[in-house]
């Protein structure tokens, strides 16, 4: 018996929104060149960065959910494959963990929907 059952939409909705903030931040240390970031360089880029900013912030508020976390979960198996898989085949080792669990988080959430506390009604 399952006794956190009840709280399973509460603990979706944390995800991804707790998903939506850790991403736009990742986006925004790009663009803005803040928390540590840098300015991107070239045009993939700043696209993954307008990806991970205005992907992050919609997955957050929960607004075109499966269409943002659907091109989210995209950008980080693009990352992934093009950084950091050509450095070595495990993830652990060529530190890829982030873009690959990134990855599928997005894509359960494209599967999903926004779920409670969504402005999209899924």
Aim: a positive charge.
């Amino acid at each position: 018996m399952n006794v956190l059952k009840k709280f399973e939409p509460y603990a979706y909705a944390a995800l991804r929104i707790v998903f939506g903030f850790l991403f736009a931040c990742h986006g925004a240390q790009k663009v803005f060149a803040v928390l540590g970031g840098r300015h991107p360089v070239g045009a993939l880029e700043w696209t993954s960065a307008g990806i991970e900013l205005v992907g992050g912030v919609l997955i957050l508020i929960g607004l075109l959910t499966p269409l943002a976390a659907f091109v989210a979960s995209g950008e980080m198996a693009v990352a992934y494959f093009t950084v950091h898989q050509p450095r070595h085949f495990f993830p652990i080792v060529n530190h890829g963990e982030l873009a690959v669990i990134y990855c599928f988080v997005a894509l359960y959430i494209a599967c999903r929907g926004a779920g409670k506390w969504g402005i999209d009604k899924s």
